[in-house]
């Protein structure tokens, strides 16, 4: 899976274009940085730049940037406008309650994963879960057991997870003190969380919830997360709406102990948060919360009008309900699955003859995440694109059924295989070896083998088929001696 690194076509909106939408009220961070940005001051403390647009393009930016001085907060001891706009982001979100993160979904991951499972736990994992919760696993000395979905056809996407399965691997392991899932994945596919959620309860195990591409939901209508039962969740912001990279939120439901939540961001972010980021993450949020709801709602009714369109007029196939019923109303996903066009070639084209680049693109399929801030030029683009493309094709054999990725055996724990004595060997010469790194192409960055697990013949012959391009090294344990 190769992730195009293309200009974006078109900025997000600015602090003074949002500034122009909204009263001051309704962003209080925002407001408290602006005061002080525009006050008189001499300001002898980080960040060096002292406010200054040393890049022009920069300048608002730069013009907000403090650190924890008269008026800001302090990030990590929830007070001050920061306070406000997290209690702000928690009622938007229907959490108890809501902590600001600026080192991303990644940074919450680890936060919850210490918090309600700790060092030396065990959890239950969706083997769709991102490369953070192998990082956290590694770091806690956390053991990881797994659940798989089936696979979408012809997508060969993940899609509902088995709760039988989920049942039995809890009663297997009663070490397991939590359960993580996927939800929205980065195809689009939302999980049954009410269901995951009561089963869990049944257990007494908190569920907790990477909604790193879920933001968005309560702008077109969607519950968040802890509405539908999770005890915790970590959105992105920066993935769906317009907030700077590296805005996230960590979302808590009743019973959830907020201060070793707090504590455990702290440990795993920087001491020097972004002011910025966060500012961004509250002008996010105010901007969904007022007039941005519009501009979303339409956007989810344009991804409906462009997946009944692909389906229609091109001989491609778009996700949609009639293959998964819940979707992200906001993500298309077009698969090229029976015809002579590979997703490679698809995004290819788009980007080279229409300036079109989309999110991802794997062996079938190519993803395109729609927001507010998108143009009705941008969406003619894509859709214009697509139609002519698929008339260029021919006509190709029946895409045989995707096969899964071979279970794994762990024959070491994942902390000890991280920090075994390692080496590199190509995908041919990893047979038999232990992996110690978590194999991982990019997007959607879900490790198809995971440190202290065996790699098998199959998993070769399937990473040299999908991957071989991205993968050309595999890190194994050499020895168990650091």
């Known amino acids: 899976m190769l992730r195009r690194k293309y200009p974006p076509q078109r900025a997000q909106l600015t602090y003074r274009q949002i500034n122009r939408l909204l009263p001051f009220t309704s962003a209080p961070l925002f407001h408290a940085l602006q005061l002080l940005a525009t006050g008189d001051s001499a300001r002898f403390h980080m960040p060096g730049h002292k406010g200054e647009p040393l890049f022009n393009t920069y300048a608002e930016i730069f013009a907000i940037d403090f650190t924890e001085t008269y008026g800001t ?6 007070e001050g406008p920061i306070r406000d706009a997290e209690v702000a982001a928690a009622r938007y979100f229907s959490a108890a309650d809501c902590f600001f993160l600026t080192g991303g979904s990644t940074q919450g991951i680890m936060a919850m994963l210490a918090t309600a499972v700790g060092r030396g736990g065990s959890v239950l994992i969706d083997r769709e879960c991102h490369k953070s919760v192998c990082h956290a696993c590694a770091l806690l000395d956390i053991t990881p057991y797994f659940v798989s979905a089936p696979l979408i056809e012809p997508f060969a996407v993940s899609g509902g997870l088995p709760k039988d399965e989920i049942e039995r691997q809890m009663i297997d392991h009663p070490d397991i003190r939590a359960v993580l899932v996927t939800s929205p994945t980065y195809y689009g596919v939302r999980r049954d969380l009410p ?3 009561d089963l869990c309860r049944a257990f007494g195990k908190p569920l907790l919830v990477d909604a790193a591409h879920g933001a968005h939901f309560p702008a077109v209508g969607l519950p968040a997360p802890i509405q539908e039962g999770a005890d915790i969740a970590v959105l992105s ?21 907020k201060r070793s939540l707090r504590e455990n961001t702290a440990l795993f ?62 993500r298309l996903t077009v698969c090229t ?4 066009t590979t997703g490679h070639r698809l995004a290819d084209m788009l980007w080279s003859e229409y300036g079109v680049a989309c999110e991802m693109v794997d062996e079938r399929s190519v993803v395109f995440i729609l927001t507010g801030a998108d143009t009705a030029s941008s969406i003619h683009r894509l859709r214009r694109g697509l139609r ?10 029946p895409p045989r059924p995707a096969a899964p990725f071979p279970p794994a055996e762990r024959v070491m724990r994942v902390r000890d295989a991280w920090f075994a004595h390692t080496g590199r060997v190509e995908p041919a010469a990893a047979e038999g070896l232990v992996c110690a790194r978590p194999v991982t192409p990019y997007p959607p960055g879900v490790p198809l083998l995971w440190p202290g697990e065996k790699i098998t013949r199959a998993h070769v012959e399937l990473i040299r088929e999908r991957w071989y391009n991205e993968i050309g090294e595999i890190t194994v344990v050499i020895s168990q001696g650091t």
Not at 73 to 78: D, F, K
Not at 273 to 296: F, K, N, Q, V
Not at 388 to 397: P, V
């Open 73 to 78: 907060g302090n990030l990590y001891t929830g």
């Open 195 to 197: 269901a995951l959620a």
């Open 237 to 257: 912001m920066h993935k769906t709406l317009p907030c700077l990279g590296q805005g996230a939120v960590v979302l808590s439901g009743e019973g959830v102990d």
């Open 269 to 330: 972010g920087t001491s020097s948060p972004s002011y910025p980021i966060m500012a961004s993450i509250d002008l996010a949020r105010a901007y969904t919360e007022g007039p941005g709801r519009a501009a979303y709602h339409r956007s989810a009714e344009t991804c409906r009008e462009l997946r009944e369109y692909i389906t229609r007029r091109t001989g491609f196939t778009a996700l949609s309900e009639a293959q998964y019923p819940a979707l992200d109303p906001c």
């Open 337 to 340: 699955a029976g015809t002579d």
């Open 388 to 397: 002519r493309i698929s008339h260029r094709r021919r006509e190709a054999l």
